[in-house]
């Protein structure tokens, strides 16, 4: 037991290594805030387009919106990390992190609202219409505020997955929480400062889980 | 325009790298197997748990999903990958990878369950027991066909997931699809077998991608 606890619970480790942690949840709350205000933003924005109907732009957006969420984001940063120096585009680790974790969300976003949006019954639409809001107006006071309470939970879900996916960015030197963790455990011998890298990641998420939760159930309830 | 094609669409390049990445890809619908089948497996003993009339049973499950739910899955395969050898414990990296994903995997199915298994009216269980079923013969010719029917969409995307997933083993080198299109990778000095794997991806999983709209569209419709 002395030595599990000296393994993975080792006071002179945490406390020379505790500096390293909270730099890298700077890091990494920094980069999940970048990403979900713009991967929520783009989502929205690609979703109020798509109800327009304009049918090229349409496609392009399904494919996207596809494309993004059959693509494993890993593959898609090492493509943007170690192809485009060569093609004399220099993206910095963290940027090349923001942009493919924004993209993915939007994609998925976007992909939510829309569903929403479709759930709202077309007499709404014609209602608005007739009331002479125009298009635009309808979407935004009409069908918007019922299609945000609707994918309110999805949305939660999927911005807690794809925010835990900054733990990604250790694989393109990103000094984020997980990457100062392997960095300290391999400098000091000792698995402690991946334990301290596991609660620093419960300490940031479980609250969300435990708030998806609440509003999953939350609206469940006012199903039935 | 053409840098941008030799760097990213070299045809020469991807037909040297195919077999590499032919045999990572057989790697990782390995992975795939392993992981969406005991995923699907554990998830349910999670989600029945959840559902228990014992109140620790359903404690020690809701604790489990949430846990594994805020651990980012990569983090917690490199504490086991890397970590556990530490405590004496040594894994191969494939045994890593599974029992890592299916920690996570096992919480996110367990919900998707759970949901399903809620939406199956109280009466259906009442019902077949009172014809004599017992309750794992209710559980499993009544109310989990029902119950999966539901969240087909859920489970569905669930396991889009999952195959996302296994290309974080490229992180502990278990040579999969995308551990071995970077290899291949920073042989030539170019990104086009990264996006060929990223094309295997997309015939892999834009077909379910697809479907799961499909259901999701049906569902609301």
């Known amino acids: 037991m002395d030595r599990f606890l000296e393994t993975f619970f080792n006071p002179v480790v945490m406390a020379q290594y505790t500096p390293d942690i909270i730099a890298g949840i700077w890091v990494t709350l920094t980069i999940a805030a970048a990403v979900i205000v713009a991967g929520i933003a783009a989502g929205l924005a690609l979703a109020c387009l798509r109800s327009y109907g304009i049918r090229a732009l349409n496609f392009l957006i399904i494919c996207y919106a596809d494309i993004f969420r059959a693509l494993p984001p890993l593959v898609v940063i090492l493509i943007l990390y170690f192809g485009f120096p060569s093609i004399g585009i220099q993206l910095s680790g963290p940027m090349v992190l923001f942009i493919v974790l924004a993209a ?76 100062s963790a392997t960095t300290a455990q391999s400098f000091s011998g000792s698995a402690t400062p991946l334990t301290m890298s596991v609660v620093a990641y419960l300490v940031i998420f479980l609250p969300m889980v435990v708030i998806a939760r609440w509003l999953e159930s939350r609206t469940a309830w006012k199903k039935r | ?100 994903f299916l920690l996570n995997n096992s919480s996110y199915y367990a919900e998707v369950y759970r949901a399903g298994l809620i939406s199956v009216a109280k009466g259906q ?16 010719h009544v109310v989990l066909p029902q119950a999966v029917r539901n969240v087909l969409p859920d489970l569905l995307s669930n396991t889009v997931e999952v195959v996302k997933l296994t290309s974080l083993a490229s992180v502990i080198s278990l040579s999969e699809l995308l551990y071995n299109a970077g290899m291949a990778r920073s042989v030539t000095y170019n990104a086009s077998p990264l996006v060929l794997a990223a094309l295997f991806y997309l015939v892999l999983l834009w077909p379910l991608v697809r479907l799961v709209s499909h259901f999701q569209r049906r569902l609301a419709a």
């Open chain 1, 104 to 179: 993915t969300l939007a994609a998925f976003a976007e992909e939510i609202f829309w569903a929403g949006f479709s759930s709202v019954e077309k007499g709404q639409w014609e209602a608005g219409i007739a009331t002479g809001l125009g298009f635009t107006r309808t979407l935004a006071y009409v069908a918007l505020p019922q299609a945000v309470r609707l994918a309110l939970p999805p949305l939660v879900n999927r911005v807690l997955a794809i925010t835990k996916m900054t733990a990604l960015g250790s694989a393109i030197g990103v000094s984020e929480i997980l990457s």
């Open chain 2, 125 to 140: 269980w009442e019902a077949a027991q009172s014809t004599g079923l017992s309750p794992v013969q209710t559980l499993i």
């Open chain 2, 1 to 100: 325009m053409d840098i941008f094609i030799d760097q990213f669409f070299n045809i020469d390049i991807m037909r040297k790298s195919l077999p590499l990445l032919f045999k990572g890809l057989w790697m990782t619908l390995q992975l795939c197997s392993a992981v969406i089948l005991l995923g699907l497996i554990g998830g349910l003993f999670v989600a029945l748990g959840n559902m228990s009339e014992r109140r620790w049973l359903r404690w020690i499950s809701i604790a489990y999903t949430d846990l594994f739910r805020a651990l980012p899955p990569l983090v917690l395969l490199i504490f086991i990958y890397a970590g556990l050898p530490f405590a004496g414990i040594n894994i191969s990296p494939f045994a890593a990878v599974v029992i890592a």
